[in-house]
């Protein structure tokens, strides 16, 4: 067990006091993280404020040399960061697990750096020049949630640092090791300051909130539920602060008469059960049409009941426990309100400490919790329809707007209904891939701005527009 310590300017610096992080498939510790005062976050703010004053002036590329940098060091370290990330996220190695998620942070670092926001000439004639120019804003602040702690921090970090702004990151009390971890490396690359950590445990206080209305905090990038993201919202207001919001989502899946259910059985579970549902953008209602709705419920069934569960670190393991006690028992309470009106096809009857086998439970409804809510986690509801309008009508039917699918043969007609669901991104034959060239963000209550490519990077950014 390691005593971790959070890098303010370059510095390690602790705090007058720590909190735990256990393992949620052992409930062992895996380390102590400091509890930061607001004063640790305004120490944290003034290194970066005035680290700003040196990155912001830096040639652009040096600043996408500093991110490639990150994206090796990544690399080089995947394997320490995956262990580390096992051990508090619960996650196993293995499958879309913690190594997965290292390779995508470092593909992620990689992209950024190559991308850039050249000045962009809107108007040149005899009337005069107009070019429109993007500036860094100051000191970002990022505030992430525990369920893909490190790409997550990549996704808040990189684009912030590769336009010249500097950073304060705030992590998950349920998973902040690996993020101090993955500061530490990053500081080995970038000046003193570029980059700073904070960390708290949120039944003590609420740095994330003292960060969102922080005078000398510019922007907030924050990942995380929708209650928390309206908090963000409020407290940001007083300061005008920049957001990039990526909240909850409640994605459908419609399943059109014309698929064959073995051949999308495996996409179907991937795309519900991915981090063992604990994805934003995982799909978390699946509407079937009546006439496949039984194979669909066997195929899918027949795939789920195969997968490996078990502790992260068995390099066996495909599917981990649930990452801490709070959604365990929110899962819990959903499952149990949809056994009531449901039919159980797999699992429902949480195991050993912390976790909870896949779970399939079909027949149910709009009004059944486990459709209407967030149950970010390993229980998939399945409704059967018979009018595909009244299926897409119950799929916008939600605040949420993050993801959604359609599965069928006919890709001209899928991508016809793909158009009518109200989402940021919408797959066809599949549900939440994402990469990053490709702008990913919300509608409705999902949240505001996007992350990744060009339209991610400008978020980093206000527009300058000079006439000459
Ligand atoms: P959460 O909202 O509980 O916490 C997110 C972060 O906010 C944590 O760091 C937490 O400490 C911090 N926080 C808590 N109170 C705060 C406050 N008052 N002000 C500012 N920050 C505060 O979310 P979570 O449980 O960690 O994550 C799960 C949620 O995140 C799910 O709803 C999921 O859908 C969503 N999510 C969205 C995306 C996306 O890209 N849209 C990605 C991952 C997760």
């Known amino acids: 067990m390691t005593e971790f310590a959070m890098i303010i300017g370059g510095e ?21 993280a ?40 990544i690399g080089e370290h995947a394997e320490e960061l995956a262990q580390l990330l096992t051990q508090e996220q619960g996650k196993p190695l293995n499958g879309l697990g913690s190594r997965f998620e290292l390779g995508g942070a470092q593909a992620w670092a990689a992209h950024t750096a190559s991308l850039s926001l050249p000045v962009k000439t809107l108007q040149d004639n005899e009337q005069g020049r107009v070019e429109l120019h993007r500036k860094s804003m100051g000191v970002v602040g990022s505030i992430t949630p525990w369920n893909w702690p490190v790409m997550i921090a990549v996704w808040h970090i990189l684009p912030a640092v590769r336009t010249g702004n500097t950073v304060v990151i705030k992590p998950s009390p349920f998973t902040p090791l690996s993020t101090i971890r ?14 700073n950590v904070v960390t708290s445990d949120d039944r003590l206080s609420s740095i994330g909130s003292v960060m969102s209305a922080h005078p000398d905090i510019r922007k907030i990038v924050f990942t995380g539920s929708i209650n928390t993201g309206k908090k ?36 179907l579970f991937w795309g519900a059960f991915i981090n063992n549902g604990q994805t934003c953008a995982a799909m ?22 195969n997968i490996p569960v078990g502790d992260g670190q068995d390099e066996t ?8 006690q709070m959604q365990f028992d929110k ?27 896949p779970t399939l439970i079909a027949d149910l409804g709009a009004d059944d919790p486990l459709v209407f809510e967030e149950q970010f986690g390993p229980a998939l ?77 400008a978020e980093y950014t206000d527009i300058q527009v000079v006439f000459n």
């Open 317 to 324: 393991s495909i599917l981990g426990p649930i990452a801490n």
């Open 381 to 457: 509801p399945i409704i059967k329809y018979s009018d595909l309008e009244d299926a897409i009508a119950q799929a916008n039917d939600s605040p949420n707007g993050l993801g959604g699918s359609v599965w069928s043969k006919d890709i001209a007609k899928a991508k016809a209904i793909a158009s009518r669901l109200e989402c940021g991104s919408v797959w066809i034959n599949k549900h939440g891939a994402i990469q990053p060239n490709a702008p990913f963000g919300g509608v409705k209550s999902s949240g505001c701005g996007v992350e990744f490519g060009e339209e991610g990077l």
């Open 34 to 73: 400091p509890n930061a005062s607001a004063a640790d976050l305004d120490r944290a703010v003034a290194a970066a404020a005035k680290a700003y004053e040196g990155w912001s002036r830096q040639s652009d590329a040096d600043r996408a040399k500093a991110c490639s940098d990150i994206a090796q060091k």
């Open 331 to 357: 899962v819990k309470r959903l499952v149990d309100a949809g056994k009531q009106r449901g039919r159980v096809l797999l699992g429902g009857e949480p195991g050993k400490g912390l976790f909870f086998p």
């Open 12 to 32: 390690h610096v602790r705090a007058a006091s720590e909190f735990e992080v256990t393992n949620p498939s052992t409930g062992e510790l895996v380390g102590k």
């Open 232 to 267: 963000v919202m409020a407290s940001a207001a007083d300061t005008v602060k920049r957001l990039t919001l990526e909240l909850g989502g409640n994605d459908a899946g419609i399943v059109l008469p014309d698929v064959d259910p073995a051949a999308i059985a495996e996409g």
């Open 284 to 305: 978390k209602r699946l509407y079937v049409h009546e006439s496949v709705y039984d194979d669909v419920c066997s195929a899918l069934t027949d795939y789920a009941r």
């Open 182 to 195: 993955l500061v530490e490396l990053m500081n080995e690359v970038l000046p003193a300051g570029v980059v």
